[in-house]
């Protein structure tokens, strides 16, 4: 079993930074695909980000060149480093640990970009 337990949110003026931390508490954390998701109130959850265990990443194309999505195995954690934020970024961000047919989910943490 995986506990996933994110932080980092916050209120935050628009172009303003926040690095969000998706801990995990399971062990082998390298093996899982990390992925983060946002969800806006009345949206869908989007895929923002992911990063496999040997650190290959992708990211999607509305956060391209502000987002960064990094982990550190020995700290079993991954990150989302979150610049020039925008009101559109506004939403609950949720961490996913994935690994072949096993999927865990963090509680979520509110980001709120607003002047």
């Known amino acids: 079993q995986v506990q996933l337990v994110e932080s980092g949110g916050g209120l935050v003026q628009p172009g303003g930074s926040l690095r969000l931390s998706c801990a995990s508490s399971g062990r082998r954390f390298s093996i899982y695909t990390m992925t983060w998701y946002r969800q806006a109130p009345g949206k869908q959850r989007e895929m923002v980000a992911n990063?496999?265990?040997?650190?290959?990443?992708n990211v999607a194309d509305s956060v391209k060149g502000r987002f960064t999505i990094s982990r550190d195995n020995a700290k079993n954690t991954a990150y989302l480093q979150m610049n020039s934020l925008k009101p559109e970024d506004t939403a609950v961000y949720y961490c996913k640990a994935r690994f072949h047919t096993q999927s865990y989910w963090g509680q979520g943490t509110q980001v709120t970009v607003s002047s």
């Open positions: 990063i496999t265990g040997d650190g290959s990443t």
